[in-house]
């Protein structure tokens, strides 16, 4: 009976028992810096700048301050955020999409040195999008994994380091079995993918806060789609050191009546990850999904109250960006304001990773809502 382990001379078949099965030691030429990378990201009093929004989705975010979706209103904007002085003490990483990545500031620096200069880390969002997915009840599966290895290396070429897969769950469409099985399938081949080209995969299946269902629901599915994307991470020889994971907070849906506060979403959302996510993981980067600004930090700070075993932290788009957005309104003479705007949410997202927020200097805009029903990123 021959069993294949790992030696420094390579696979070799070693003798035991009745087993045929190979047991691979996988040790990957990137590992001990997609360890250091996935630390950086994860480091104390910082999180991830989502900023990674398609050219449809970032055209939608200009339409509602009435700026025109053009290439150069995309840089314009993006290098508002990237050069913003001193946003490095709060954000340390900042996932960027593909037309971001090659773009430069006005003054010709690259967008990636500039956040290099701030010591944040560029990320690149490197899955195709959501498309429907046959005979299920309106849910979808996530496109890209062909050719991704060849542009992960490119990404990497490029500067990037870590990279971002996002799929959905949907509770009141489903969750089907196939729907869940292929999310995490994809998540776990791309996981692989993204580490065999050195970067640090952030792993996101986010469960949409659509739906009328309760809080227990969510934990249901959310340990539903965990537990499923930890087994196909494992078959498929991911470095759980080497990731980041991107979850939805545990809440009751949008159109739920009984509302959660702080204290009970992080009851649930840290019950859900202590029974589903192995300590090795270095990093939970939550996204904010639609919930406000206040909110999403409120519900960060009451998640780390006490010590967890992971960094608990941010990665958020919406909740990040709101204020900065509407404060720019695409005028030049804006752009300091707006970036003291993304300032005080870094860092009051920053004090909520440490668990000493005080929401007491925040204005009556930060709790505005910003879910949409069937919002696409
Ligand atoms: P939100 O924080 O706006 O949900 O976006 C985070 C994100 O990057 C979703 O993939």
Redesign the pocket.
């Known amino acids: 009976m021959a069993l294949m382990m790992k030696s420094s001379a390579g696979l070799k078949a070693v003798s035991a028992g009745r087993s045929r099965r190979a047991v691979v030691v996988r040790a990957g030429k990137y590992d001990e810096e997609l360890i250091k990378t996935a630390h950086t990201v994860a480091s104390k009093g910082r999180g991830i700048l989502?900023m990674?929004e398609s050219n449809a989705t970032c055209g939608k975010r200009l339409d509602s301050i009435g700026v025109e979706n053009t290439e150069e209103n995309r840089r314009a904007y993006r290098e508002l955020l990237c050069s913003t002085p001193g946003l490095g003490q709060y954000i340390s990483g900042a996932?960027l999409f593909e037309e971001t990545l090659y773009q430069s500031t006005k003054s010709g620096k690259k967008f990636v040195d500039a956040m290099r200069e701030e010591n944040i880390v560029p990320g690149i969002k490197v899955d195709k999008g959501l498309v429907p997915l046959a005979n299920t009840n309106g849910e979808s599966w996530c496109m890209g994994l062909d050719g991704l290895d060849k542009r992960c290396s490119e990404y990497y070429k490029a500067g990037a380091r870590f990279a971002?897969w996002?799929s959905v769950v949907s509770i009141p469409h489903g969750p089907s079995l196939i729907a869940l099985r292929d999310c995490a399938y994809g998540l776990a081949r791309y996981a692989a993918i993204a580490q065999n080209s050195g970067l640090v995969p952030i792993v996101?299946p986010?469960v949409l806060l659509d739906g009328e269902h309760d809080i227990d629901r969510c934990l249901e599915v959310q340990e539903a789609i965990w537990a499923e994307t930890f087994k196909y991470m494992a078959d498929n020889k991911v470095m759980f050191e080497g990731i980041l994971l991107?979850p939805a907070m545990v809440t009751p849906g949008a159109d739920c009546k009984n509302r959660a506060p702080p204290a009970k979403v992080a009851e649930y959302t840290l019950k859900m990850l202590r029974r589903r996510v192995p300590p090795a993981v270095p990093g939970i980067m939550f996204?904010?999904?639609?919930q406000s600004e206040l909110e999403s930090t409120l519900n960060l700070n009451a998640m780390n109250q006490a010590p967890n075993p992971w960094h608990v932290s941010f990665?958020?788009?919406?909740?990040l960006q709101n204020t900065v957005l509407k404060t720019w309104a695409g005028k030049p003479e804006n752009v300091a304001a707006a970036q003291a705007a993304l300032l005080k949410r870094a860092k009051a997202n920053s004090d909520a990773q440490q668990g000493k927020y005080d929401p007491s200097a925040e204005d009556k805009a930060a709790a505005e809502g910003m879910y949409q029903k069937g919002y696409v990123?």
């Open positions: 989502a990674d996932i971002k996002r996101e986010e991107k996204l904010s999904g639609g990665s958020y788009a919406r909740a990123y």
